[in-house]
């Protein structure tokens, strides 16, 4: 059975940093690209940031590229998500997910890519 847990999500002033965590077990953990997705409030849930096996490719959305950092520790099965200068928009629900693939593909931002996700670590955002 497969299972994705995140943690560090918490409440930070704008200009902040937070540190996510991803644990996945019940699966090879590096035989997967993984990822961060994040939902805000009446919005849909969007893709965050891309990392394949190894770790040697990354993508980020636009929104935030500069300021998050995804890195990967596959002997720690842990995905993590460094995320520096956070703004209010960034606030939402952070999702941690695995794809069926080991490269980041084209669509990686989309939420119908990823086969696992987590439960989600809720991030807060005051200005």
């Known amino acids: 059975q497969v299972q994705v847990v995140e943690s560090g999500g918490g409440s930070v002033q704008a200009g902040g940093s937070l540190r996510l965590s991803c644990t996945a077990s019940?699966?090879?953990?590096?035989?997967?690209?993984m990822g961060w997705f994040r939902q805000a409030p009446g919005k849909e849930r969007e893709g965050v940031s891309c990392i394949n096996w190894i770790g040697t490719s990354t993508y980020y959305a636009v929104a935030v590229k500069g300021r998050f950092t995804i890195t990967r520790d596959n002997a720690q099965n842990t995905l993590y998500l460094k995320m520096n200068s956070l703004k209010p928009e960034d606030a939402a629900i952070y999702y941690c997910?695995?794809?069926?693939?080991?490269?980041?593909?084209?669509?990686?931002?989309?939420?119908?890519?990823?086969?696992?996700w987590g439960q989600g670590t809720q991030v807060t955002v005051s200005s």
């Open positions: 019940g699966l090879t953990f590096d035989d997967y690209a």
């Open positions: 997910a695995a794809y069926p693939y080991a490269s980041c593909s084209g669509s990686w931002s989309s939420q119908s890519s990823p086969n696992y």
